[in-house]
């Protein structure tokens, strides 16, 4: 079965993108494995966290690492991207990172970026 990691960039518990997520994990089943991501426990980038990295970066890249794929599923907040998904992707790049192995150009194993399009142009460009 095919491993999706789901990063959804909302931190609201309500959030409209999280319910998403959901019916879309359920849809999934049995042919792909959606596996939402735990990010709130993620800390703000800051380059003095990067030795050693804190535990919740190493989990979340390890997660991203396991899975064959990855799926965002983002709001846009005031025209851009949440401040939590890009704290997603300076978390991913946080540390040493062989060419060709951060969140956005992955090598080995292989995997597809997707974006779902909740009427949020803007922050899906800058996926």
Do not use: C, Y
């Amino acid at each position: 079965m095919t491993k999706v990691a789901v990063i959804v960039g909302s931190l609201k518990k309500s959030s409209l993108n999280l319910a998403f997520a959901k019916a879309l994990a359920k849809l999934a089943r049995p042919k792909l494995e959606l596996k939402i991501l735990e990010i709130g426990d993620l800390p703000f980038f800051n380059e003095d966290l990067e030795s050693p990295l804190p535990a919740a970066v190493v989990r979340f890249k390890s997660e991203i690492e396991a899975a064959d794929a990855v799926l965002f599923v983002t709001p846009e907040h005031n025209r851009s991207m949440s401040a939590a998904m890009k704290n997603v992707i300076e978390s991913w790049n946080a540390g040493f990172q062989p060419a060709g192995r951060n969140l956005l150009h992955r090598g080995p194993p292989p995997g597809v970026l997707l974006e779902a399009k909740l009427s949020n142009p803007r922050a899906s460009r800058q996926l």
